[in-house]
C-alpha cells in the first residue's frame, strides 16, 4: 500500500500564494506520476497538475503559467507552488500517486487538505 500525507493547505487573498507539499510512503513503484487533483463543491474532481517519475508534467489550463509543481526527496515528495491565486482556485486538494507512468491502473488518494482564496 501506499501512503499520502499532505500539508499547506489554508486561506490566503486574491493574488496571494500557498505551497502545497505531499509525502509518499509505502510500497513505490518507480516508475509513476504523483499530481494535485481538486474538487470544488458541486463540481467534479479536476486534475490541477502532475509530474511523473521521469519528468514529464501536465497542468490544467487554468492554472498554466500561476502554478509549479515538482519532485523531490528520491521522487517521493510532490510540491505545488500556487501563485496569483483566484477565488476560482478554491477547492479540496487531493495528492495522488499513479502507478504505472504512462497509463496508471493503480491510484492512491491523500485525504486532501483546503485551500481558501478569499475575494
Known amino acids: 500500500q501506499v501512503q499520502l500525507v499532505e500539508s499547506g493547505g489554508g486561506l490566503v487573498q486574491t493574488g496571494g500564494s500557498l505551497r502545497l507539499s505531499c509525502s509518499a510512503s509505502g510500497q513505490i513503484f518507480s516508475i509513476n506520476v504523483m499530481g494535485w487533483y481538486r474538487q470544488a463543491p458541486g463540481k467534479q474532481r479536476e486534475l490541477v497538475a502532475r509530474?511523473?517519475?521521469?519528468?514529464?508534467?501536465n497542468y490544467a489550463d487554468s492554472v498554466k503559467g500561476r502554478f509549479i509543481i515538482s519532485r523531490d526527496n528520491g521522487q517521493k515528495t510532490v510540491h505545488l507552488q500556487m501563485n496569483s491565486l483566484k477565488p476560482e482556485d478554491t477547492a479540496v486538494y487531493y495528492c495522488n500517486l499513479g502507478t504505472p507512468w504512462p497509463t496508471p491502473t493503480r491510484n492512491f488518494w491523500g485525504q486532501g487538505t483546503q485551500v481558501t482564496v478569499s475575494s
Open positions: 509530474i511523473s517519475s521521469t519528468g514529464t508534467t
